[in-house]
């Protein structure tokens, strides 16, 4: 069973930063994609960025306006999402999906359906 892991939530007053980390078990060679959502209170789920590790390539939900980037370190099998310029639109649950199906997910890492999920870390930011 793969193990997603989230960690670096937390609170911040509008236009401050915050970075969120998640890592993985377990990866498939570089075959994998990894992908951050935010699921806000009375919202649906929402892309916010991810990856297919093989290519390296970002892929931004339409709403991050170049305010987020992410990383992957690959000795750690972490994915890094640096937030900055924090809103309070940004306020929410924050989760972590893998996929070991590179062949698929590569396609489009932000609207694939990922089999592992991590249990969330919160993000609130004040006005």
């Known amino acids: 069973q793969v193990h997603v892991a989230e960690s670096g939530g937390g609170s911040v007053q509008t236009g401050g930063s915050l970075t969120l980390s998640c890592t993985v078990s377990e990866d498939e060679d570089d075959n994998y994609c990894m992908a951050w959502f935010r699921e806000a209170s009375g919202k649906g789920r929402e892309a916010v960025a991810g990856?297919?590790?093989?290519?390296?390539?970002?892929w931004y939900g339409d709403d991050i306006e170049g305010r987020f980037t992410i990383s992957h370190d690959k000795v750690k099998k972490t994915l890094n999402l640096y937030m900055s310029d924090l809103k309070p639109d940004d306020t929410a649950i924050y989760y972590c999906?893998?996929?070991?199906?590179?062949?698929?997910?590569?396609?489009?890492?932000?609207?694939?359906?990922?089999?592992?999920w991590g249990q969330g870390t919160q993000v609130t930011v004040s006005s």
């Open positions: 999906a893998y996929s070991q199906h590179g062949g698929s997910c590569r396609r489009n890492p932000l609207g694939y359906g990922y089999e592992f």
């Open positions: 990856t297919y590790i093989g290519s390296g390539i970002p």
